[in-house]
Nanobody, 124 residues
Framework: QVQLAESGGGLVQAGDSLRLACEFSGNSFLANFMGWFRQVPGKGREYVAGLKRIDSNTYYADFAKGRFTISRDDAKDTLYLEIDNLKPEDTAVYLC?????????????????WGQGTQVTVAS
């Protein structure tokens, strides 16, 4: 099994930047594709960005291109999501997820392992 633990969320002002972290533990070598999703109350999980372990290629949702950056530190076994120029509409719970399959996936159902999420609230 793979355990994921997010951190780094909080209350920020519009225009600020934030870096979220997702620490992997357990059999993290099983996670060949890793992603970030976000969710607001009453809506489903929205894909933000993903990263393929074998080549570190990254994949972004259209809305995330330009302001969001996904990265990974293998030595720390940690996945990051940096968000620049935060907007109130970025307010959501941000969740880290992983899957054994190495192909990119934007649908939540393709992911096996999930963290508990970290709340990001952007004040205008």
């Amino acid at each position: 099994q793979v355990q994921l633990a997010e951190s780094g969320g909080g209350l920020v002002q519009a225009g600020d930047s934030l870096r979220l972290a997702c620490e992997f533990s357990g059999n993290s070598f099983l996670a060949n594709f890793m992603g970030w999703f976000r969710q607001v109350p009453g809506k489903g999980r929205e894909y933000v960005a993903g990263l393929k372990r074998i080549d570190s290629n990254t994949y972004y949702a259209d809305f995330a291109k330009g302001r969001f950056t996904i990265s990974r530190d293998d030595a720390k076994d940690t996945l990051y999501l940096e968000i620049d120029n935060l907007k109130p509409e970025d307010t959501a719970v941000y969740l880290c997820a992983a899957r054994a399959g190495a192909t990119a996936a934007t649908t939540p159902g393709y992911y096996t392992w999930w963290g508990q999420g970290t709340q990001v609230t952007v004040a205008s």
